[in-house]
């Protein structure tokens, strides 16, 4: 499958009043057309920036360093290098909502609270698909009707605050997919939400992209939610991508340190009387990135001497899968 | 919209009777009234020997010797029904005739530095927010603090000083000489309109820095907002998005605020009317408590009450329309 996206030696640096921290640091990752790359990591590990740089979206004292190659093949197939585009420029725009579709978290914050649903879908409609205003709304409708939210044409004239938290999310997954995104970016558009309603949404949206043909990019710190979801998987700790590959592969053989953590740490109802086993210690504060491995000072099987002074480079030890750990590069130069 | 604006229209006036009252009372607590004024004006220094008896007479031929209650409905009847708000008795003719013209250069002064101080600090203040930390935004704070550390007469003494030297010198006082006691022609007005600026950027000062502050402080909290962000993820053009989202919102503190605004105005302008000779109410106001004439000081500070009532009630239909949410807790 040819990539949509791909992203190369990504890093990200902010000056902030502390000195400059790089909360993302040399990640690379690719998107197919079609399919879902899971991206996995605890809160801080640079999913969501790394994610918002694409679109330029990143604040003002953030700066990418000079080795990143961001390159998107749009909907008529040709290439261009997202980094470059000017801000406030009409191409930067067209690929912000029109090629790449954003959700986030918090359903109720991503709507502006003054203006209805139909407002803001119809605002979408019109800059990216050309529609007069009657038939943007006619669209919008349409879309609402498509997510399955009942009594569209009365809904879209609602605000946001008059709609569920399940029938928000709805509503946003239907404004950006009215923009007609060929990738979407889907930033944690679950964790808010009830479990019930989670697995609603779930299933919505894995239904659309395989309508729709879309990419997507799902960024989620549940695993589970991954194995439901994701084709590919990237799990990120500190800014840097620790282990990829096919999703159900990772998650039933996780090679990783972190990864094991991190599926340890589900809570599962077949060991109910068991304790929780979360991943120890706290994440590093990203002004004091650890040297060597940026895992092991949490990592029970670290080595000392090697892990705490280098860091590993990453090392495909079974096909079509990544790992950046000492304790698989040690095997792969044994072998070699 | 229509049930909300109802309902404020109905608050407004059952507010604007409790004001009528409050301020007849204020009318009343000063000791003595004019009866005692006007006597001892009249006869101090002329050897008459003025009895108990003789200020009942002046109080009964004033009609202040009735009840209060009585007095009180006499003077809002009078305002309500015919417009007439009473006897001016230092003046010996009618309110109306002493306010005359006065009610509405005030009202022209207060309008047009409400008016600049939104034009002027709005837009400045999110400029500031959408520049923050930029040289330009420490240069606007500094501009800020000068503006809340200059005192309003001093500002217009310079001001009256660079206007004459640079626009020729007439420009105190509201008119021309030539426009001063002529009836009214769009050529008075123009004069009027060319005069009005100089009290209304004094007036406006002040108003301006602290305004220019809230406006930056929201609007740096609406930019941050995820909303905003999300509207940018779709591709809204910037110029467009900052109006439509964060401005919207971010005015709110100053929509709110109007009905002050008013009420601060007006209390700051006796002492610029002093420096550049303009002709407005509130200096009125004072001669009048100062004189006991009680009529003169309620009319003129029912207005005032009135029309920062009224005011809040514009702020509130504003509010509503800015943030469709407000009508929900209605």
């Known amino acids: 499958m040819p990539k949509m996206l791909t992203v190369e030696n990504l890093s990200i640096s902010f000056r902030t009043s502390e000195g400059v921290i790089t909360p993302v640091h040399d990640v690379t990752f690719g998107v197919e057309a079609g399919r879902t790359l899971g991206l996995v990591g605890e809160s801080g590990s640079g ?25 998107y093949t749009d909907k008529a197939g040709k290439e261009i290098a997202l980094g470059r585009l000017k801000t406030g420029s009409k191409e930067l725009r067209r690929i912000r909502g029109g090629e790449i579709g954003m959700i986030f978290q918090e359903p109720m914050a991503s709507f502006s609270p003054v203006y209805t649903i139909g407002n803001q879908m119809m605002e979408a409609i019109m800059l990216h698909r050309g529609l007069k205003k009657r038939a943007a709304r006619e669209y919008a409708i349409e879309m609402l009707n498509k997510v399955g939210i009942s009594n569209a044409s009365a809904r879209v004239d609602q605000y946001p605050h008059e709609l569920s938290g399940g029938m928000r999310q709805r509503a946003m997954i239907a404004l950006t997919l009215s923009a007609g995104p060929a990738l979407l970016i889907a930033d944690e558009p679950t964790t808010a939400l009830d479990v019930t309603i989670q697995a609603q949404v779930l299933d919505l949206m894995r239904d659309l992209q395989r309508d729709l043909g879309m990419g997507m990019i799902f960024i989620t710190h549940d695993l589970g939610v991954i194995a439901q979801i994701a084709d590919d998987v990237a799990v990120m700790y500190l800014g840097t991508i620790v282990e990829r590959g096919p999703a159900r592969d990772v998650i039933r053989n996780p090679q990783h340190p972190y990864t094991q953590g991190l ?23 990203p002004t004091a990135r650890p040297t060597g491995c940026p895992f092991h000072t949490r990592c029970a099987q670290a080595i000392a001497g090697t892990c705490d002074v280098t860091a590993p480079t990453e090392v495909s030890t079974i096909p079509g899968r990544a790992v950046r750990c000492w304790l698989h590069s040690d095997k792969d130069r044994n072998a070699a | 919209m229509l049930r909300f604006t109802l309902e404020r229209l109905v608050g407004m006036v059952i507010t604007m009777l409790l004001v009528s009252v409050m301020v007849f009372l204020i009318m009343e607590l000063p000791p003595g009234d004019y009866a005692d004024r006007y006597a001892f004006r009249k006869y101090s220094g002329t050897g008459v020997n003025v009895t108990e008896a003789d200020i009942e007479a002046i109080r009964r031929d004033l009609g202040l010797d009735k009840p209060m209650l009585l007095r009180y409905f006499d003077w809002i009847g009078g305002i309500v029904l015919r417009g007439d708000f009473g006897q001016a008795f230092a003046f010996e003719t009618s309110v109306a005739k002493v306010i005359g013209d006065k009610v509405w250069l005030t009202a022209g002064i207060l309008f047009s530095t409400l008016l600049l101080t939104y034009i002027v ?76 600026w100089l009290p209304a950027v004094v007036l406006a000062w002040s108003a301006v820095a602290i305004q220019i502050q809230t406006v930056r402080a929201t609007m740096s909290d609406e930019l941050n907002k995820l909303s905003v962000t999300a509207a940018r993820a779709r591709g809204v053009p910037e110029l467009r998005l900052l109006i439509k989202y964060p401005t919207r919102l971010a005015i709110n503190p100053v929509v709110s605020t109007i009905g002050f605004d008013v009420n601060r105005i007006f209390s700051e302008l006796p002492i610029v009317a002093v420096v550049l000779g303009l002709t407005e109410l509130g200096e009125l106001l004072l001669r009048a408590y100062l004189d006991l004439d009680m009529n003169v000081a309620g009319a003129i500070l029912l207005m005032l009450t009135f029309t920062i009532v009224f005011m809040n009630f514009v702020s509130d239909l504003l509010l509503a329309w800015l943030d469709p949410r407000i009508k929900l807790g209605a």
Do not use: C
């Not at chain 1, 920036?49 to 961001?70: D, F, H, V, W, Y």
């Not at chain 2, 930390?133 to 005192?151: C, R």
């Open chain 2, 121 to 196: 600090s709005i837009p400045i203040g999110i400029f500031a927010a959408v520049r923050r930390g930029s040289a330009v935004d420490y240069g606007l704070t500094v501009f800020s603090y000068l503006g809340l550390a200059l005192p309003n007469f001093l500002l217009a003494l310079v001001m009256l000083y660079f206007a004459n030297r640079w626009f020729g010198a007439d420009i105190g006082g509201l008119f021309s000489d030539q426009y001063r006691d002529a009836s009214w022609s769009v050529g008075k007005v123009w004069d009027l309109i060319k005069h009005l």
């Open chain 1, 47 to 71: 999913k969501s920036i790394s994610t918002k740089a694409l679109m330029q979206l990143l604040p003002g004292n953030a700066s990418l360093s000079g080795e990143t190659r961001m390159t």
């Open chain 1, 263 to 285: 599926l340890d740490a589900i809570p599962s109802v077949e060991h109910l009387h068991d304790r929780l086993k979360p991943v120890p210690g706290d994440i590093p504060s």
